[in-house]
């Protein structure tokens, strides 16, 4: 369903559509030089970023490494930067999961290298949780590295259950059990409530207990 799609692409699209803005010809976007070359004469701005959004999608469909490298050129830094390169990576992993990882991994700046590394590992989680829950070992403790986890450990539990709450009671503090195990608890809870209610009980009396209560 519609709303299964934005929660299994971590609702990275909300805000933008893939359409053209109607505002301009479908020939503005047709010409991407041309585009281009006007769209960046535009004003910093909402309607610029939006553009440069729409052009970066498209332009990723033939070349992800040069549409992504000038969405992180051209839009400030911010939530619509992340908005787009978010949508970039998370298209890119699934067409070729080597070259966005190398890509991501490239990026000078720690905050930009970390927030894709994060997308290629929510990426991952659709196809190959097991690989997504490695590789976003590989972020530092903070909230990218969590609030990935907490979206892989969601919807590996809906796959199987069984695995990812091995994998969430194995994990250090450090490595996010908390989170983990708050999401499992909630991916028990939509497919069984009193077995997720069992469960959660049995988790040792504390904050492992306490989070598996709370996701149910």
Same mark, same amino acid.
Not at 40 to 51: K, M, Q, S, V, W
Not at 82 to 108: C, G, H, I, Y
């Given at each position: 369903?519609?709303?299964?799609?934005?929660?299994?692409?971590?609702?990275?699209?909300?805000?933008?559509?893939?359409?053209?803005?109607?505002?301009?010809?479908?020939?503005?976007?047709?010409?991407?030089?041309?585009?281009?070359?006007?769209?960046?004469?535009?004003?910093?701005?909402?309607?610029?970023?939006?553009?440069?959004?729409?052009?970066?999608?498209?332009?990723?469909?033939?070349?992800?490494?040069?549409?992504?490298?000038?969405?992180?050129?051209?839009?400030?830094?911010?939530?619509?930067?992340?908005?787009?390169?978010?949508?970039?990576?998370?298209?890119?992993?699934?067409? /070729?999961? #080597? &070259? $966005?990882?190398? *890509? !991501?991994?490239? =990026?000078?700046?720690?905050?930009? +290298?970390? %927030? @894709?590394?994060?997308?290629?590992?929510?990426?991952?989680?659709?196809?190959?949780?097991?690989?997504?829950?490695?590789?976003?070992?590989?972020?530092?403790?903070?909230?990218?590295?969590?609030?990935?986890?907490?979206?892989?450990?969601?919807?590996?539990?809906?796959?199987?259950?069984?695995?990812?709450?091995?994998?969430?009671?194995?994990?250090?503090?450090?490595?996010?059990?908390?989170?983990?195990?708050?999401?499992?608890?909630?991916?028990?809870?939509?497919? /069984?409530? #009193? &077995? $997720?209610?069992? *469960? !959660?009980?049995? =988790?040792?009396?504390?904050?492992? +207990?306490? %989070? @598996?209560?709370?996701?149910?």
């Amino acid at each position: 369903s519609e709303e299964d799609e934005t929660q299994s692409n971590g609702g990275y699209t909300e805000g933008y559509s893939n359409d053209t803005d109607s505002t301009f010809p479908d020939s503005f976007y047709a010409d991407r030089s041309l585009a281009i070359r006007l769209v960046e004469l535009l004003p910093d701005g909402d309607a610029r970023n939006g553009i440069l959004h729409l052009l970066a999608v498209q332009w990723a469909n033939e070349d992800p490494d040069a549409a992504a490298t000038w969405a992180l050129e051209q839009i400030p830094a911010g939530h619509s930067r992340d908005t787009t390169l978010q949508v970039l990576m998370w298209n890119w992993t699934q067409r /070729d999961r #080597a &070259a $966005a990882t190398q *890509w !991501a991994e490239s =990026q000078a700046d720690l905050s930009v +290298r970390e %927030n @894709a590394m994060a997308d290629v590992a929510l990426a991952m989680a659709g196809t190959d949780p097991i690989a997504a829950a490695e590789y976003v070992q590989r972020l530092a403790p903070g909230d990218r590295k969590f609030n990935a986890i907490d979206s892989i450990a969601y919807r590996w539990s809906l796959k199987d259950l069984a695995a990812s709450t091995t994998w969430a009671l194995a994990l250090s503090v450090e490595q996010g059990r908390d989170y983990a195990v708050f999401q499992v608890g909630a991916g028990r809870a939509s497919g /069984d409530l #009193a &077995a $997720a209610l069992d *469960w !959660a009980s049995q =988790q040792p009396a504390g904050v492992t +207990r306490d %989070n @598996a209560l709370g996701g149910v």
